[in-house]
């Protein structure tokens, strides 16, 4: 059988989906040796004892079998009390979803609400999963620009600029998984201004919403008329170091998220029992670590912000999730060709900007969801990199 | 240096005392200069007593003994438990000591070369000493957790080397 005839019997819609750019770095970086990573997107702390512990007695006392369809009733209450903390307030019983991770929310908000003709505004560079979900459920992507000047917020004018009578659905992440970039009040106020005037609903990743600096993060569906046109998607994996436990949420409107229950009964049936047990601890007694390895970003976050700024690449300061996304055109390199060239000579792994969107170009991500030492070591080989270039 | 940022330096010495001064000027948010300033005046203090490292003593040759000492004393008029305690904790082999509640009152700690210098020591000096009124000798086996660190079980990155 030929490679033609074997991709025939796929859907097209899956066959467009391009591979992942950060799966090929993956697969680069995966057979070298002495690789220091800063190219991962997940906490280095292994999620605190006190949620694995709860885990095992659970495991212990048989919890493991299926819960509802929409989660344990105890975390939807943990979830919404949580919630309260960033003025947001929904009924545990009708407006909550436990789900196989935020990925699965993503996925379900989007099928819920889209269909075939619809166009959804994705502001980039942004999280991965977004435009593949959309694509899957149907729908047309439609990128919207956020730029460096603005360092990544995104604007009401550049995304005034893209809608039209098709668009539907606004995907926001902030704190953003690239840039770090985050939304003010205000600057989310002139967003829901356009969302409210051409009928958006938004999807709002707030996955990184511990992971602030400085500043406490808002939510879009906290500001007036917002919360019945947005779900709020979010998880557990980043804020207490658990994401092979696979377990997020979604908050909203209780007809979207009756939707949304609606294809994850019979998708995924229910979050994994074991995993909901450990995020209620979490969420219930798990304040004090979380803001411990918080603290710890923070630190690392001025370590990683310096090294890049002294050695000539221009770096600003993130104000949220744990990534720093240096600017590297002073180099005249692309992005792609900048992270290949350090990983095979300098054997540092970190992930071209433009696999996050076309502004991302002349940009990499870095995690510093790393050691200071390995940081240290990262920072010294990319300083001798890049000084052979100039 | 605000109190904040000294202790925040404070718990990452404690940590890793061997730091950079620069790292841990960027770490906690200051100059390299305020570090060292804060860091001599803690040291004067006596506040910062001494850079030391966790060591496996187990996974080098040199067998050594340790056991913990539950001592009761008379306590003496004016000087309380302290003088017993400058007695008993001059001796080098001794480790720690503290003072504790409930029904033993002074907790020692001895390091030896085997056993019996342990039981000399307990029988020779301890012992002896006038208040001094028993002791309780329990010989420590195997070492978990010490100062904060686990000893044999490594929690290593197991994350994927690039992920989203
Ligand atoms: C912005 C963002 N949203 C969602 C996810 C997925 O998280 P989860 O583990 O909850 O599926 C990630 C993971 O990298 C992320 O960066």
Redesign the pocket.
């Given at each position: 059988m030929t490679i033609g005839a074997r991709s025939h019997r796929l859907s097209p819609v899956v066959d467009a989906i391009p591979p992942s750019g950060i799966r090929r770095f993956f697969d680069l970086a995966n057979q070298m040796e002495n690789v220091i990573s800063l190219g991962v997107?997940?906490p280095d702390f292994v999620t605190p004892w006190h949620i694995r512990e709860a885990s095992l007695y659970a495991l212990e006392r048989g919890f493991t079998t299926y819960t509802s369809n929409r989660g344990l009733p105890e975390l939807c209450e943990a979830i919404t009390a949580y919630l309260e903390d960033f003025e947001l307030h929904y009924d545990p019983a009708e407006e909550v979803l436990v789900t196989v991770?935020?990925?699965?929310a993503?996925d379900l908000a989007l099928r819920a609400l889209v269909c075939p003709g619809d166009e959804v505004l994705i502001p980039g560079p942004t999280?991965v999963?977004y435009r593949p979900c959309a694509l899957l459920a149907g729908a047309t992507v439609v990128d919207v620009p956020t730029y460096p000047e603005d360092n990544f917020r995104l604007t009401a004018e550049a995304l005034e600029a893209c809608v039209t009578s098709a668009s539907k659905v606004l995907v926001l992440?902030y704190p953003n998984?690239p840039t770090g970039a985050i939304m003010t009040s205000d600057d989310l106020a002139a967003i829901a201004e356009v969302a409210i005037a051409h009928d958006l609903f938004v999807i709002s990743?707030e996955?990184?919403a511990e992971l602030t600096y400085g500043s406490q993060h808002a939510s879009i569906a906290a500001l007036p008329g917002m919360k019945e046109r947005t779900i709020v998607v979010s998880?557990l994996?980043?804020a207490f170091a658990m994401?092979g436990w696979?377990i997020?949420y979604a908050a909203g409107p209780e007809d979207v998220i009756s939707a949304m229950l609606k294809v994850h009964q019979y998708t995924s049936l229910c979050a994994p029992s074991m995993g909901q047990m450990a995020a209620l601890e979490a969420l219930t007694h798990g304040k004090e670590e979380k803001d411990r390895m918080v603290a710890s970003y923070d630190r690392r976050r001025r370590l990683i912000v310096d090294g890049f700024n002294q050695m000539g690449l221009t770096c600003h300061s993130p104000q949220g999730a744990f990534y720093a996304f240096p600017d590297i055109r002073n180099t005249g390199m692309s992005s792609q060709d900048f992270c290949e060239a350090l990983l095979r000579e300098t054997q540092v792994a970190v992930v071209p900007g433009d696999v996050f969107g076309a502004t991302g170009e002349g940009f990499i991500r870095c995690s510093y969801a790393t050691s200071v030492q390995q940081i240290e070591a990262a920072l010294e080989r990319i300083a001798k990199f890049v000084d052979r270039l100039w | 240096m605000k109190d904040v940022k000294e202790l925040e330096l404070l718990r990452l010495l404690a940590m890793d005392s061997r730091l950079s001064t620069q790292t841990l000027a960027t770490l906690v948010g200051t100059s390299q200069e305020e570090v060292e300033q804060a860091v001599r005046e803690l040291e004067q203090k006596h506040v910062i007593l001494r850079y030391s490292t966790v060591i496996d003593w187990e996974k080098v040759a040199t067998p050594r003994v340790t056991a913990v000492i539950e001592v009761k004393v008379i306590p003496q008029r004016e000087v309380g438990f302290d003088a017993i305690a400058e007695r008993i904790y001059r001796f080098p082999e001794v480790r720690s000591v503290f003072l504790m509640s409930g029904g033993n009152d002074l907790q020692v700690t001895v390091e030896g070369s085997d056993l019996q210098a342990i039981s000399r020591f307990v029988s020779e000096k301890l012992a002896t000493i006038e208040n001094v009124h028993s002791t309780t000798t329990h010989f420590m086996l195997k070492k978990y957790k010490e100062a904060g660190v686990i000893f044999d079980d490594h929690e290593d990155d197991r994350r994927l080397v690039v992920?989203?």
């Open positions: 997107g997940e991770g935020g990925s699965e993503i999280y999963s992440c998984n990743d996955i990184y998880g994996s980043k994401t696979r997020g | 992920a989203p």
